[in-house]
Nanobody, 118 residues
Framework: QVQLVESGGGLVQPGGSLRLSCAAS????????MGWFRQAPGKQRELVAT???????NYADSVKGRFTISRDIVKNTVFLQMNSLKPEDTAVYYC????????????WGQGTQVTVSS
């Protein structure tokens, strides 16, 4: 059982920045990928960004050029740097750890609230 603990959410004005952190209880290089998802009120959970074991990054079109996913393999932590935040970025952000072998398993953090408002 992998434990994921998110931190760094909060209230920020439009145009501002936040940095989310996700600390994993295991070596993150054992995971096929880690990522960030978000869920706004009344909407489905959506992918924000992913980072594979090999270092490949993928972003939702809505955040490209504004958000950056990165990792610290010594600290087993994944980050999401969010710049130029917009009100539509308001959501609960969830950290995800994905395993593909020997079977597909996903683990989720408890979520952290990000609110973008003036």
């Amino acid at each position: 059982q992998v434990q994921l603990v998110e931190s760094g959410g909060g209230l920020v004005q439009p145009g501002g920045s936040l940095r989310l952190s996700c600390a994993a209880s295991e070596n993150i290089l054992t995971m096929s990928a880690m990522g960030w998802f978000r869920q706004a009120p009344g909407k489905q959970r959506e992918l924000v960004a992913t980072l594979t074991r090999g270092g490949s990054k993928n972003y939702a079109d809505s955040v490209k050029g504004r958000f950056t996913i990165s990792r610290d393999i010594v600290k087993n932590t994944v980050f999401l740097q969010m710049n130029s935040l917009k009100p539509e970025d308001t959501a609960v952000y969830y950290c995800n750890a994905n395993f593909q072998v020997p079977r597909v398993v996903n683990y989720w953090g408890q979520g952290t609230q990000v609110t973008v408002s003036s």
